[in-house]
């Protein structure tokens, strides 16, 4: 989606680019802003150490908005300016962090907190387990909120003071996930995923994937399911191909963000069809369309079509519906027993890795040599679920994930937290996109009064992953809570004052 704000990548900067913009950002940082050495007229500061540094940076949009140094190789700058170092510091291999830098705008994030994340945990791989940092005495509080331990005296000069600190075993503060994907999974789940792969056409293989499968649909009451490697995007593909052998002129349902890609998925399967932007219009289609395709909760909005209505719609009509359900199937009771196809995912609702995506169908599609071999689902069925190289343990996962969830108190129990969550953010003064009578229980999505993407970012640092990167969020200027993953009350009941507080803090 060309034009579209891009998330924040966090990376080592290892390319001659990046390493002239560590240079500019470094003498904004410590010429321009910070008195701390002399303004250069080319507007470059290079570190006195910087052929041993290892930099931590923030990239938006090819543009370098942060970054931090580590070096591991005494002596160290803080040699230089604390008396007999090592007698103020615990036990341990230690690195220095220096040349914490920050663009303006981006200050007041979670960019620090993540850089020192990347660099320990870059350190703590070479056997580093001390990070040693000269805060800068404008931002203690921050340092303290991170763990850092003051000792001895300042050092710098008067309007560029710093205070020697130190983080043991440095790692970042818990965080909650209450993200659309990747959720939070259940200890076994990832069990299943460590154990030792398995030959993917190896009998017992091929025996648990069936079961799996067979569990799947029946969860769904729909005959038939074929698991996929890949994401909820093959599976649309997949569902695309099938619209195009079943032929006829066909209906989508655009309705927000993953609606649009549904038609950008007909559109570039080459599928005759109208779109519509809302369930009425939908209706008044189905008297001269051969199918029918939507998403039965629109991830971007929250909100949840009314699957039963419109199915009994479809099934009076003779239309075929094929529905995208990703963020419905594990969220709410799915019937599709009277729905043509239907996709899901693995990473979401159902709360295991991504990475598997799923086709349930009707009945076995017919042959074609028009689709391409790996959307061909024909192919799966008579390959017995096996056409492909496939991940013993991404499948294995999902087994753990669904077999070990009680679903009907799964659905309860998101329904009354959803509709707990929702009164009270509402009350709160924030504005849902969903109505009421039609929003979906596992996810929220709320316009924000300000930036949406600095309350996000401060929400972060609270503690509390939510989404507000993707492009179609920034976008909009929306945030979006997600209870599809595994939460706990205590957390969830403090979310929404923190989530106030972060955007009446934004708003100072």
Not at 260 to 280: C, I, K, M, N, W
Not at 455 to 471: D, F, H, I, K
Request: with cysteine; aromatic share 8%; glycine share 8%.
């Amino acid at each position: 989606m060309n034009g579209m704000p891009q998330a924040l990548v966090y990376k080592i900067a290892d390319s001659p680019t990046e390493f002239e913009a560590i240079h500019r950002l470094n003498h904004r940082t410590f010429a321009e802003e910070i008195p701390q050495h002399q303004a250069h007229d080319d507007g470059r500061l290079v570190d006195r150490f910087h052929d041993e540094n290892t930099y931590a940076i923030c990239v938006d949009d090819g543009h370098v908005v942060g970054m931090l140094a580590g070096r591991a190789v005494r002596p160290f700058s803080l040699d230089s300016k604390v008396d007999d170092l090592d007698r103020h510091l615990p036990p341990g291999r230690p690195v220095e962090f220096r040349l914490l830098a920050v663009e303006r705008s981006y200050r007041h994030s979670a960019i620090t907190m993540r850089l020192i994340e990347l660099l320990t945990t870059h350190f703590r791989q070479q056997g580093c387990d001390l990070a040693l940092i000269s805060g800068t005495t404008r931002a203690l509080d921050m340092y303290y909120k991170f763990g850092f331990v003051p000792f001895g005296p300042l050092t710098g000069v008067p309007g560029a003071q710093f205070q020697p600190m130190y983080l043991h075993e440095p790692r970042a503060a818990a965080q909650h996930n209450f993200l659309p994907g990747p959720v939070s999974v259940a200890p076994e789940v990832t069990r299943a995923l460590s154990a030792p792969a398995a030959y993917h056409r190896a009998p017992g293989y091929r025996e648990s994937l069936a079961r799996l499968q067979s569990q799947l649909a029946a969860m769904v009451s729909a005959p038939h399911c074929q698991l996929l490697m890949g994401s909820g995007t093959l599976a649309n593909d997949v569902v695309a191909g099938q619209l195009t052998a079943l032929g006829g002129t066909g209906v989508v349902l655009s309705e927000g963000e993953f609606g649009q890609r549904l038609t950008d998925h007909a559109r570039r399967a080459g599928l005759d069809f109208v779109t519509v932007t809302s369930p009425e219009d939908l209706a008044a289609q189905l008297g001269h369309v051969t199918w029918a395709w939507v998403t039965h909760c629109e991830t971007s909005t929250g909100v949840l079509l009314d699957l039963p209505w419109l199915a009994k719609l479809c099934t009076a009509g003779g239309v075929k519906l094929a529905i995208d359900g990703i963020s419905s199937i594990g969220t709410v009771p799915v019937d599709l027993s009277e729905v043509h196809l239907a996709s899901g995912a693995s990473g979401k609702a159902l709360r295991a890795y991504p990475g598997i995506s799923m086709v349930f169908f009707q009945q076995n599609p017919p042959p074609t040599a028009t689709v391409a071999r790996y959307l061909d689902l024909r192919s799966y069925v008579d390959s017995g679920g096996v056409a492909f190289t496939q991940s013993s343990n991404l499948v294995a996962a999902l087994d753990a994930a669904v077999s070990a969830t009680d679903w009907a108190d799964r659905y309860a129990r998101l329904a009354h937290a959803s509709a707990w969550l929702q009164r009270r953010l509402r009350r709160l003064g924030f504005a849902l996109i969903a109505p009421p009578e039609r929003a979906a229980p596992g996810i929220i999505s709320i316009a924000i009064d300000g930036d949406a993407f600095v309350v996000g970012q401060r929400m972060e640092v609270a503690g509390y992953l939510l989404a507000y990167q993707s492009g179609y969020l920034r976008a909009r200027n929306w945030l979006q809570i997600s209870l599809m993953g595994h939460w706990t009350w205590p957390v969830l009941r403090s979310l929404p004052a923190a989530l106030l507080e972060a955007q009446q803090r934004q708003q100072v």
